[in-house]
């Protein structure tokens, strides 16, 4: 059975940082596109991130512009997980994250952050940043 769970969630000072973790039970992640996508409340879910090998040890990375410059992401295979760090926090960041892998071929459905066929969402984890 396949699992995707988010742990990391909290409640934080703007400016402060996050570590986010998305694990993986029953799939490799790395075979996967991976994407970490956020809903604010009252808000539609929006993409924070797409990411797919390409390559021997290569990854395209799509991130949202408002995050850029303050979300990272990181792999680790041996674990099967996929991180995301979010420095300089701000209270627009507040919402629920949750972490999604999509087959392959589905990389335009992790960017309009639709629930496509063989896709795995997580519950989410909540993220509060607080002024």
């Known amino acids: 059975q396949v699992q995707v769970v988010e742990s990391g969630g909290g409640l934080v000072q703007a400016g402060g940082s996050l570590r986010l973790t998305c694990s993986a039970s029953g799939l490799t992640l790395d075979d996967y596109v991976g994407g970490w996508f956020r809903q604010a409340p009252g808000k539609e879910r929006e993409r924070v991130l797409c990411?797919?090998?390409?390559?021997?040890?290569?990854?395209?990375?799509d991130l949202a512009d408002s995050v850029k410059g303050r979300f990272t992401v990181s792999t680790d295979n041996a674990k099967n997980t996929l991180s995301l760090d979010m420095n300089n926090l701000k209270r627009e960041d507040t919402a629920m994250y949750y972490c999604?892998?999509?087959?392959?071929?589905?990389?335009?459905?992790?960017?309009?952050?639709?629930?496509?066929?063989?896709?795995?969402w997580g519950q989410g984890t909540e993220v509060t940043v607080s002024s």
């Open positions: 990411i797919r090998r390409a390559g021997v040890g290569g990854y395209v990375l």
């Open positions: 999604a892998a999509f087959l392959l071929s589905s990389w335009r459905s992790c960017l309009e952050g639709e629930n496509a066929v063989g896709s795995y």
